[in-house]
């Protein structure tokens, strides 16, 4: 019997314990160049890698942290993780995922409805979302294009190289949303990608565009999940798309990579991209082969929460947005881009000399940057419920003097 295969409580207790103890300042982590030839240990190498990946991490959930779309995770997840890790369950193998085939099924079916879809499966991630969706409409639209906005993710062009197909960037308005009048006239072998929740300033495309295309779909990688909260109505449309990608390693609250595909004819998509193999009980949909049970965190933290606590959490960011907007425009010193539609806030000092000094001042991850038409602007993400805008706003006053 080989003990590093089964459970170890002690040690998988000190893992824990050294999740939470303070390590100050460590240097970056010195691995040896080579493969080792003896091992350490296992228990050894969780004390000597905890220092550095334990001591030098961002910390998403941390009160200064408003700068990305990667939230901080809720502890539900990482305990699911950790029996995830352990079963190994293979999704491609019902024989060896029971649950976990059950269980994604289940976590796609209560989601998919709050947008217009009838189901879909997870990848890990919204890029992979995206090419899945575009693969669909190629087969079932018989589509040769995919236009998007010049603000879409950098994720759709990936995806119509991948497949094959023309891809055309449109322009936008300053809001950053897609200019409708600059679609072509003949949309009937074109996919249209609308996004909802641009990842540079947040802005969410017309969604009347929806159904003006031989396949629409609509990347809410960011934004989706607004639709579970009292905000549903900013992406009102997106329930006629033909599919649609949201991440749930953003504000699901979920750990990397956790994102779904959705369609509203999801028999003819699925069957579209679905492949046979002899040695396969069932047949692989999508584009992974083997993989894993994702769906088991968020089934668990859509049960702990419900509707109700996803939404709180995601509304409450919302109002953080809200207030930083609210202090920029009452600040003569800094310009807003614009209000903030999907809880992302963009702004810059209106002296720009300042712009470097501000960067340089703020706490690390307290703002990250983005550029719109060749200028420098701050962007905060509100993807972290704990953050504390007070706090935020005092790092920005004190920067400006
Ligand atoms: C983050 C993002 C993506 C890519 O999603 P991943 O989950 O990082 O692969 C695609 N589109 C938009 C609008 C995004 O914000």
């Not at 994604?104 to 499966?121: D, K, S």
């Not at 894993?292 to 089934?299: I, K, Q, V």
Request: charged content about 15%; aromatic content about 6%; overall charge negative.
């Amino acid at each position: 019997m080989d003990e590093d295969f089964s459970i170890d409580p002690d040690n998988l207790l000190h893992a824990i314990n050294l999740m939470s103890r303070d390590y100050g300042f460590v240097d970056p982590i010195d691995l040896p160049v080579a493969l080792p030839e003896q091992g350490m240990g296992s228990s050894s190498v969780m004390d000597f890698l905890a220092p550095s990946i334990l001591g030098c991490a961002a910390r998403l959930g941390a009160a200064s942290s408003f700068a990305h779309m990667d939230p901080p995770t809720p502890w539900i997840t990482w305990a699911m993780s950790l029996w995830n890790a352990s079963l190994n369950q293979n999704l491609l193998h019902p024989a060896t995922a029971p649950v976990a085939r059950h269980i994604e099924q289940r976590v796609v079916g209560w989601l998919a409805p709050f947008f217009g879809m009838t189901g879909g499966h997870m990848t890990p991630g919204s890029t992979l979302a995206n090419l899945t969706a575009l693969w669909s409409a190629r087969e079932c639209a018989g589509i040769n294009e995919v236009v998007a906005s010049e603000n879409a993710h950098l994720s759709i062009g990936k995806a119509a190289h991948i497949l094959g197909l023309r891809f055309r960037a449109l322009p936008c308005d300053p809001s950053g949303a897609l200019i409708a009048e600059s679609l072509p006239d003949d949309l009937t072998r074109t996919a249209l990608v609308l996004t909802a929740g641009a990842t540079s300033t947040g802005a969410i495309d017309s969604l009347d565009l929806v159904g003006r295309a031989a396949w629409t779909h609509v990347d809410a990688a960011w934004a989706g999940p607004l639709r579970l909260s009292k905000h549903a109505q900013r992406l009102a449309g997106i329930e006629l798309a033909d599919s649609v990608a949201v991440s749930a390693h953003k504000w699901l609250f979920q750990p990397k990579e956790s994102a779904l595909v959705l369609f509203r004819d999801t028999d003819q998509a699925h069957a579209a991209i679905s492949f046979g193999g002899a040695y396969l009980a069932v047949p692989n949909v999508g584009v992974l082969g083997s993989h894993g049970a994702t769906a088991l965190p968020l089934l668990a933290t859509l049960l702990a929460w419900g509707r109700q606590g996803i939404s709180a959490r995601i509304e409450h960011c919302m109002d953080l947005a809200e207030q930083l907007a609210a202090f920029i425009k009452g600040d003569h010193r800094l310009a807003l881009y614009t209000e903030p539609q999907t809880g992302i806030v963009v702004w810059r000092p209106n002296d720009i000399e300042t712009f470097d000094k501000l960067l340089k001042q703020l706490p690390v991850g307290a703002a990250s940057t983005t550029t719109i038409a060749r200028q420098r602007w701050f962007r905060n993400v509100a993807a972290n419920p704990n953050a504390n805008i007070n706090l935020l706003i005092t790092e920005v006053q004190k920067a400006l003097q």
